[in-house]
């Protein structure tokens, strides 16, 4: 069986949508939700629908390796972040190269970095009258958003869109796309 991780920070939908995926099959199970808050929605969703939860700090992901050892244990075959705040250490992006994978709610390279997440995008979006967004599906390195880009979908921004309708249309397409992909990247593992 093919193990996923989810680091995650917030309501947790993109992780709802993926567990909900892959429990259609038992070659490829989300094992794990990793969460910095313990009051994230996602840890919720997660134990509801039958997977392990662990909360961690900072310490416990860039000093003391406890994250780390949580992840030797368990050998996930991809690293899944949906809503994951905070930079990866570089002890797991060399330990697992090419199989951490991020999902941002814009067309990067455009809108991407510290800070830029959620309705802060969605904002600067509109607010530079930009005619689409999107979604992209990239390979997790050492700074916000930079990592090689796996995959982009996008929707075209009418006059009339708010930040809000705008993040409902990119909404649509990490649902549709993002289990897709990652199942994609899966297949492609040895």
Partial sequence: MKKIVIFASGSGTNAQNLIEYFNKTVEKKV??????????????????????????????????????????????????????????????????????????????????????????????????????????????NEEYDKGDIIFQAYCDINISDSPESLAAKVHQLEYEHFPVVIDSLLDGLK
């Fill in 31 to 140: 094992v794990l939700v990793l969460s910095n808050k313990k009051e994230a929605k996602v840890l919720e969703r997660a134990a509801d629908a039958g997977v392990d939860t662990r909360v961690f700090s900072r310490e416990d992901l860039n000093e003391n390796g406890r994250v780390t050892g949580i992840l030797d244990d368990i050998g996930p075959d991809l690293i899944v972040l949906a809503g994951f705040l905070w930079l990866m250490p570089v002890q797991i992006l060399r330990k697992y190269t090419n199989r951490v994978v991020n999902i941002h709610p814009a067309l990067l390279p455009k809108y991407g970095g510290k800070g830029m997440y959620g309705m802060n995008v969605h904002k600067s979006v509109i607010e530079n009258k930009e005619p689409r967004s999107g979604i992209s599906i990239h390979y997790v």
